[in-house]
């Protein structure tokens, strides 16, 4: 958990100094970045962090007395301390590394869900999760006969209480929820749910990829099962995330994949698995991934929680009120609580269009279906443009914007 | 700004705003169905072929300026042509936005004013939806077209 230090703004001109690659331009404009919901920048701490392991330590994990291999070992189980601490999480065993939260729902979906999982049978989730927590559901669900039931969302983004305490039945086996929707910045109440969920007995893994960049986050507080999030989301690099799961859970959980690193003993009667959380880690991990990730998480701590949520609530607000009063838009997702993301339409202008006038003028957004093509379908559009805010995004990155949509509608006109 | 003319030509802007030939035909002899996964594009086009000649072909769908403007300029520049010059179109067309010279090229005629779209390598997907989409329709496949390769759902 991030301490909850005295609320300080953001340094932002010193905040924007530590990422280099914003420093750049793109067809001939200073790059306005604002796509971080798809992935952040990276800031100087990560980049050297990576840059010291492959110059300095760079060995194999786990194995090995020389003195590399104790550093990286070292580096990496200490990694996976920065993990347990920045979710709030009681023991770093309960933190399995992943390549992502896509692998780590995965990881979730065979080796926790699967042997409790009977025809019949129920997984639930909601309408707004990003693809990652549906495929992995309906793949499994194909396997055994299961059935994926939804939880419907209202017009405004949130998902309906009523409809999602209606669902959860004695066959239910999982409830798989995101905490902010990437597609439509929607904060889901999911303390309120989980609480809900266990009342039942039924358990929860949280999709964390969007929340863990903008807020605190406390696993043991929230009661959640699993809580699932990628680095690269978090100002970390690609290719890491973690998975954190309760500790009597991966207890009675099998392997997910089979491999060097997750072993005790090999013979070929018999292997012996490793505990957790390297049953999980077969083969050799992404040492520098998880290095990075601590990296980036010791540097959201340090720039303090509450300032960054702080930070970005305004730059949210400023974003709607602004680009509502461009003729024409409207928002897609208009929930009591957002963050992050900002989605919208324009009259009369395919997002695909916008993106691409955006482009010319320097500034990234995402046009498309943001992976939740099931909430595309309940709004009725095929895509929409998202503004996706982070640390380093100020008030003229969203003037840059506005002017941008001016020039799309000036060459649509 | 210039740039973004270049792209968004004023045919492109008016054939996306009035799309010519869009309608269901319901005397249709072949139709397929297209689709961009990655952007969220969608064309029907519906063929009328008689003794190997497009006589009348139409279209519906959604999707940006480039798609519908390019789906609605194909639909004009096919009609009456044989199958064998649709395709040979379609190759002059494909190899001007991918940047091949073309050695045996047709004149494209209307059809230049996508020669912009060269520039934007992610867009070249929204020009071809609709011209790989009649493909499938002229080979009368069945499957659907789409610009990515798919497997079967789960």
Redesign the interface.
């Known amino acids: 958990m991030i301490p909850a230090t005295a609320a300080t703004a953001l340094d932002f001109a010193r905040v924007r100094a530590d990422f280099p690659a914003l420093d750049q331009e793109v067809?001939g404009r200073p790059l306005v970045y604002l796509d971080s919901a798809a992935t952040t920048q990276k800031p100087t701490a990560v980049l050297e962090a990576i840059d010291n392991f492959y110059r300095r330590d760079c060995a194999n994990v786990h194995r090995g007395v020389h003195t590399l291999s104790q550093r990286a070992t070292v580096a990496y189980e200490s990694a996976r301390t920065a993990v347990k601490e920045h979710l709030g999480a009681r023991d770093s065993r309960e933190i399995v590394f992943t390549r992502g939260t896509t692998e780590a729902i995965n990881l979730v979906a065979a080796s926790f869900v699967r042997p409790r999982l009977g025809a019949g049978d129920e997984v639930l989730i909601s309408a707004m999760e990003h693809h990652s927590n549906i495929?992995p559901w309906?793949?499994l669900c194909?396997e055994r006969g299961a059935n994926l039931r939804v939880i419907p969302i209202d017009d405004r983004g949130d998902v309906i209480l009523e409809e999602y305490e209606r669902l959860l039945s004695e066959r239910t086996r999982i409830v798989g929820i995101t905490w902010v929707s990437n597609a439509l910045g929607t904060v889901n109440p999911i303390r309120e749910m989980i609480a809900t969920a266990h009342s039942r007995g039924i358990p929860v893994l949280v999709d964390g990829a969007q929340a863990v960049p903008h807020l605190a986050v406390d696993v043991v507080e929230l009661d959640c099962d699993f809580l699932a999030f990628s680095g690269h989301k978090a100002y970390g690099p690609t290719g890491i995330g973690a998975l954190y799961g309760k500790r009597a859970h991966l207890l009675e959980m099998p392997p997910y994949q089979g491999g060097g690193d997750m072993i005790l003993s090999v013979s070929f009667e018999r292997t012996v698995y490793q505990e957790p959380p390297h049953r999980f880690e077969a083969g050799t991990p992404n040492i520098a991934g998880a290095i990075g990730l601590a990296a980036a998480l010791s540097y959201l701590e340090g720039l303090g929680a509450e300032a960054v949520a702080d930070h970005e609530r305004r730059l949210l607000d400023e974003a709607t009120r602004k680009v509502l009063e461009v003729p024409g838009a409207r928002l897609i997702g208009s929930a009591r609580h957002r963050a992050g993301a900002l989605s919208f339409v324009l009259d009369g202008?395919?997002?695909?269009?916008i993106g691409?006038?955006l482009d010319?003028e320097g500034v990234a957004v995402r046009?498309?279906?943001h992976c939740a093509?099931p909430v595309?379908k309940r709004y009725g559009v095929?895509?929409t443009v998202r503004a996706s805010f982070g640390v380093y995004n100020s008030s003229d990155d969203i003037e840059a914007l506005v002017r941008g949509l001016h020039?799309a509608r000036?060459?649509?006109s | 700004m210039s740039e973004l003319r270049d792209l968004y030509q004023q045919v492109i802007l008016d054939h996306h705003r009035k799309p010519r030939n869009c309608y269901v035909m319901s005397c249709a002899t072949r139709t397929a169905d297209g689709h961009n996964p990655l952007c969220g594009d969608t064309v029907k086009v519906y063929l009328r072929i008689s003794d190997g000649r497009i006589e009348e072909i139409s279209f519906q769908g959604s999707g940006c300026a480039i798609c519908t403007a390019s789906t609605s300029l194909m639909t004009e520049s096919v009609k009456g042509k044989t199958v064998a010059e649709t395709t040979q179109l379609f190759r002059t067309f494909h190899d001007m936005l991918t940047g091949v010279a073309a050695e045996q090229g047709l004149d494209l005629g209307k059809l230049m004013v996508f020669e912009g779209v060269r520039e934007y390598p992610v867009r070249v997907k929204c020009a071809t939806l609709a011209w790989h989409t009649l493909k499938a329709a002229l080979d009368n496949s069945g499957s659907p077209a789409s610009t990515e390769s798919s497997s079967s759902t789960a």
């Open positions: 067809h495929v309906q793949l194909a202008i395919h997002p695909h269009d691409t006038i010319a046009a498309g279906h093509q595309m095929s895509a020039t000036e060459v649509f």
